[in-house]
Structure formats: C-alpha cells, structure tokens
C-alpha cells in the first residue's frame, strides 16, 4: 500500500510508516492525518505485523499541524481538529500491542515531536531536534503531549519544555531519556530497521509488558487526550494563536498580548 502522503513498506514483521510531505517538513494536514489512521489500522489488523516503525521523508521528522493551513478565516475548531485527527492517531499508538519505534530523522515539533513521544521507543540521528512548539504559536500541548512528556522526563523539564518551547537537539534528548540511542544520520535507516526486527521477533511477552507498562502510567490517556482539545479549543480562538500563525507564515517573531 502507499499513498501520496505517506509511504508504507512492509519486511520482516515491521510495517515501516514514513510521514511523506517534505517540502513542509512533513507537517500534517488533513489529508495526511487521515491516511495515517487509515495505515495504522491496517497495521494493526496484519496478524505478520509485530512492530512499527515511524520516520519522516527529507530534513525532517514532522512539524506538526500545516499552519498554513491554520490563518483565521480557515481554522475552523481546533478542539473537533484534534478529537478527529489526532487524538484517535496516539491512542491507536499507545493501545496496540504491537510495539511502535520512531526512528527520528530531523526535527520533531508540535503534534509531530508528540507523535514521537507516544511511540514506545524513539532512536534518533544526530540531526534530531525536538521542540515543544504549541507556545511559539499561542498553542497550549496536545497529542498527548501534557500526559505523557512529564511521564518520560519528569515534572520539572516538561515544564520548560512546554513554557519555552526551546529545541532539545540528539545529545540532550538522550541524556534525559528522551530517546534510546543516537546515531549518525546516514547510519538511522539500517540502525533503526534493526531495532524494529529484533523486536518484531520478540516473544509474545513485549505486548504484554506494553499493557502492563500502558495501565500503570498512561491508564488516563484518552481523558486527558479530550482534555487537550478542551484547552486547544480556547487556544485556538485567541488573538494571540492568530497573531502566532500570522508571524509564522511572515517569518517574523510573534508580538503575543497575552489575550
Ligand atoms: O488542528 C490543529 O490545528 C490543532 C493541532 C495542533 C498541533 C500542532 O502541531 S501546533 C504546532 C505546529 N507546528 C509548529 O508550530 C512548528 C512550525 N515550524 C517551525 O517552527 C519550524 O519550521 C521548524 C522549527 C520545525 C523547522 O525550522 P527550519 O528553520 O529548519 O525550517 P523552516 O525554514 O522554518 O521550514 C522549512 C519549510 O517548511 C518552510 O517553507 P518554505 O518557506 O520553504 O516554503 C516552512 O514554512 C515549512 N514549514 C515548516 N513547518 C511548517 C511548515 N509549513 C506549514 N506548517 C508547518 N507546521
């Protein structure tokens, strides 16, 4: 199977899911979210799948929501955009038994840095970047971002991360646990399609201590999931998410006031 936005190989157990947009640095739009969900059923439903693995065409792994797509007079509800578009993309992620791998291949922002989070295992080149972008713009976090980054790095680095919204490049991502491994960029392909197989032909067990790893942390996820297009909702309709979307397409820094 392969569409245009994003490309889907399987071998040797793995079902490979590459986010295919790269002239946008694979952000999301409508389309593409919908073809994923459509890719990750399928893989799912393939009793020769045991693993996915995620990566992204060109520089980048994912920017997140296409902002071009996000100027007033086309946003429409941001909350409805998330309860549709991504929120059943990350349960499907963290609910399946099958263990989900993101070999990060360039920088990770907004919804795409969430996507990689919800993975249970992330490899990384050494030209990853991971940013928590939604304050850049006037956003709050969504697709899980509020729920599961504190789980993996604690309460007090989630919080910097979500106020500044400043980049974690490969080697800091690494030291606070972020990702498993960091390898060269020309190295990511092989290393991470290995990684996939080894755990592809794992025992039946690796879903099993997915489940039980899943109900000790992350047995709230789908309510704060519905809590995050809450508060994106109200995000969505400020002046300063406008004025955040605006900038971005003009690259020009934001002027937020805060209403
Ligand atoms: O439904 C909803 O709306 C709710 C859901 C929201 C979820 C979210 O994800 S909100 C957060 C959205 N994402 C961002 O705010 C990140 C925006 N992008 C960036 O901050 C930067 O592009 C990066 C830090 C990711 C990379 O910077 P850099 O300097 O390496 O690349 P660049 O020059 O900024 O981008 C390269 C091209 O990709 C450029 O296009 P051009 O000028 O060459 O034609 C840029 O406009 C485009 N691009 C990058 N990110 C996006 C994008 N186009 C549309 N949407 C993007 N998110």
Redesign the pocket.
């Known amino acids: 199977m392969s569409n245009e936005t994003i490309l889907y190989e399987k071998q040797n157990g793995v079902a490979k899911i590459t986010l295919n947009r790269p002239?946008?640095?694979n952000?999301?739009t409508s389309e593409m979210n919908g073809e994923l969900q459509e890719i990750l059923k399928a893989a799912d439903e393939d009793k020769k799948i045991r693993c996915f693995l995620i990566t992204g065409s060109g520089r980048?792994f994912c920017?997140?929501?296409?902002?071009?797509g996000?100027t007033p007079e086309k946003?429409g509800s941001?909350g409805e955009?998330?309860r549709a578009?991504?929120n059943p993309v990350i349960a499907r992620l963290r609910r399946t038994e099958k263990i989900v791998l993101a070999a990060v291949n360039g920088?990770a922002?907004?919804?795409?840095c969430n996507l990689a989070l919800a993975c249970d295992l992330r490899i990384a080149s050494e030209e990853a970047?991971f940013?928590q972008?939604?304050v850049?713009?006037g956003?709050a976090p969504?697709?899980g971002g509020s729920f599961i980054l504190p789980r993996l790095v604690g309460l007090s680095k989630a919080m910097e991360l979500l106020l500044l919204g400043e980049?974690v490049d490969a080697g800091e991502a690494l030291r606070i646990g972020l990702v498993a491994k960091v390898v060269s960029a020309g190295e990511l392909p092989n290393a991470a399609q290995e990684m996939a197989e080894r755990l592809a032909q794992g025992p039946r067990s690796i879903g099993l201590i997915k489940r039980a790893v899943n109900r000790a942390m992350l047995s709230d996820l789908e309510s704060q999931l519905d809590y995050e297009a809450y508060l994106?909702e109200i995000a969505?309709k400020s002046a300063d998410y406008d004025e955040g979307v605006r900038a971005?397409?003009e690259?020009r820094a934001p002027v937020f006031t805060g209403k």
């Open positions: 002239q946008a640095l952000a999301f980048a920017a997140g929501q296409d902002l071009k996000r946003k941001l955009s998330l578009r991504y920088v922002a907004g919804a795409g970047k940013i972008a939604f850049r713009v956003l969504d697709s980049p994106q969505g971005f397409l690259k």
